[in-house]
């Protein structure tokens, strides 16, 4: 069954299971580096059991699990429906409506695992420091901009091998576009949360149309359109 499962799912099902089984050593390690850098070096008598307790850790542990344990969850949805997909290939009977279950549970697993990755950042979010240095800054804003731009990623991941709808072309440059404006704008002292909706939006501006006549052939090749949630599975 392996070999029926994408490149692509099985390597972020992999590094999913590696991230999950690493949480405890990286939360450790984070603390310790914050300690150091951010206490010790100011107070050398400081104490790390008392100014981040073991319960502090065990709770950003354990939201981590959550948090990946989810995105392992979508990783083996997405095995599943490219092991349908394979199936559905070989199969003269195959329907649009099949087709498009597919694509539907691949979008909804793409769209869970693109909201839970950034909030796994949460736990290691300096923001809330007295100090916060440009490149902190670009990363966090990086992974929020990640959960704005998968509107453009995630339909594009799960057309793979049924149909092509959206133009990788248009991805990659509205990603990078994104990420260009992203970091003007962070240079210019926006906010880290606010700057990747504010680039999202100005860059998305061009691509407006290109997604909407992209939405209308997924919707006549799925024979779709003015059906209800219910009629088009």
């Known amino acids: 069954m392996i070999r029926k499962i994408s490149s692509l799912n099985l390597i972020i099902l992999m590094l999913s299971l590696g991230v999950f089984l ?23 008598n400081a104490q790390f059991e008392l100014l981040i307790g073991d319960e502090r850790l065990q709770f950003d542990k354990h939201f981590l699990r959550i948090i ?28 649009r409506q099949e087709l498009f279950s597919v694509f539907f549970f691949r979008t909804i697993a793409y769209l869970f695992m693109f909201v839970a990755m950034p909030m796994s950042l949460l736990v290691f979010d300096k923001s809330y420091a007295e100090t916060i240095s440009f490149v902190d800054k670009l990363i966090l804003a990086s992974f929020v901009g990640i959960m704005i731009n998968s509107m453009a990623l995630i339909p594009y991941l799960a057309q793979k091998n049924i149909e092509k709808f959206f133009s990788g072309k248009d991805v990659l440059l509205f990603n990078a576009g994104t990420l ?20 999202a939006l100005l860059i998305g501006m061009p691509f407006f149309k290109k997604v909407l006549d992209s939405w209308k052939m997924l919707e006549e090749f799925f024979q779709i359109k003015g059906k209800t949630i219910f009629e088009m599975f």
């Open 22 to 44: 690493s949480i405890d050593t990286v939360v450790d390690l984070f603390y310790r580096y914050y300690f150091e850098t951010r206490f010790l070096a100011e107070n050398p």
């Open 68 to 95: 990946w344990g989810v995105i392992i969850s979508m990783g083996l949805v997405l095995a599943y429906q490219d092991f349908r997909l394979w199936k559905l290939s070989r199969s003269d009977a195959s329907s």
């Open 180 to 199: 260009v404006v992203l970091t003007i704008l962070l240079a210019l002292g926006v906010n880290q949360y606010m700057a990747p909706a504010v680039s």
